[in-house]
């Protein structure tokens, strides 16, 4: 009984720090996605988002940052 417990909650601690990376990631890619609309004196609208992604080398500094961040 006491090895299945333990995988319970091995599996439960790893479920849950897999979400909070998840979570992270989300958050700081939403900050940078808001700073680069902030740069270009946008409202935060799907518009703006969908013209800063259209962007390579802006899309490419975020996933930068991001890389760095997380």
């Known amino acids: 009984v006491v090895p299945v417990v333990g995988n ?3 599996g439960t601690a790893a479920f849950f720090t897999s979400m909070n990376y ?3 990631t989300i ?3 939403n900050q940078l996605l ?3 609309i902030d740069n270009a004196g ?3 609208t799907p518009d ?3 013209s800063i992604m259209s962007n ?3 899309r490419a500094r ?3 940052k991001l890389e760095q961040e997380v």
């Open 42 to 44: 946008m409202d935060f």
């Open 8 to 10: 319970i909650t091995a």
């Open 22 to 24: 998840g979570l992270e």
């Open 62 to 64: 975020i996933k930068r």
């Open 27 to 29: 958050n700081t890619f």
């Open 34 to 36: 808001q700073e680069e």
């Open 56 to 58: 390579d080398e802006t």
């Open 48 to 50: 703006a988002i969908r």
